[in-house]
């Protein structure tokens, strides 16, 4: 089941939304509502040429019912619950996934770059559509905007596990890793810690472990006063007690590498 989202509101249904730029590999639709508990029917709809489909528009992708052959799978909505629908366009197909878990890969048969509109109509509620994200090649690094991950500032980061272990750091500009965030899949554990003068210091494990390998994640890191604080799927797995003596200024950069498809990342939001 899909996780509730702060400030959701509704948007309304039918809701057809003009694309403002071609779409590339690895932006994805993302589709957040409800099914209400009485309903029988709902679609999501990609199309090129017009709002409806017709004598003028061409349906791209089409969630529901197909012309020419059909492809099914397991209905993987639940009536009287939320859910999170995501279709990411690959080179060669689209890519669905419902609350993080791939149900589908659905082969181009027209080019995704004709796409003009996306329609959803039907029995669901919607909370929140948008388009988003690309595919980053790890390992990646940047720094922050200011210089710093400053307090109150916090990371998102979105992606896909693909292997037994991924990595995301925080680092100094002397090059310490004042933070590393590491889930290790075979372990089930997240390893947190830090390294400073290339000796690493104390390992924290404790917590749950809420990843799955090929699953869709978002993974928020909040910088607060006293500790980092860490949320994955919006459900918060525990604080690392800052090592550092200034943590408003010494996290100058962040660098994210292993088994991993990352999606999506904002920071210092």
Excluded at 174 to 202: A, C, Y
Excluded at 219 to 247: A, C, K, W, Y
Aim: hydrophobic letters at 30%; a neutral charge.
């Amino acid at each position: 089941m899909a996780t509730s989202h702060q400030y959701d509101q509704p948007i309304p249904v039918p809701h057809t939304q003009r694309l403002s730029q071609t779409i590339q590999p690895g932006q994805a639709l993302s589709v957040r509502g409800n099914v209400p508990p009485d309903a029988k029917r709902a679609e999501v709809n990609l199309l090129s040429g017009g709002t409806e489909i017709g004598v003028n528009a061409q349906a791209v992708l089409h969630t529901n019912e197909g012309w020419g052959k059909e492809e099914r799978e397991s209905l993987p909505f639940k009536k009287g619950q939320k859910f999170d629908l995501r279709i990411r366009v690959l080179d060669e197909s689209f890519e669905i996934s419902c609350d993080g878990k791939k149900v589908h890969e659905y082969k181009h048969r027209a080019s995704f770059q004709s796409m003009e509109y996306s329609q959803i109509k039907g029995d669901i509620t919607l909370t929140e559509v948008q388009w988003g994200g690309q595919l980053y090649s790890l390992p990646w690094e940047t720094g922050f905007y200011g210089h710093h991950l400053g307090t109150g500032q916090r990371i998102r980061l979105y992606g896909v596990p693909k292997g037994d272990r991924w990595n995301l750091d925080l680092v100094a500009r002397s090059g310490d890793i004042l933070f590393h965030f590491n889930p290790r899949f075979r372990e089930k554990v997240i390893v947190r810690n830090s390294r400073r003068g290339n000796t690493w210091e104390h390992e924290e494990k404790e917590g749950p472990f809420p990843f799955e390998n090929n699953r869709e994640f978002d993974l928020i890191i909040i910088n607060d006063p006293h500790s980092i604080q860490m949320f994955v799927n919006n459900e918060r797995i525990g604080t690392f007690q800052h090592r550092t003596p200034n943590p408003t200024g010494d996290y100058t950069g962040m660098r994210i590498e292993g088994e991993l498809e990352m999606t999506g990342i904002k920071l210092n939001i």
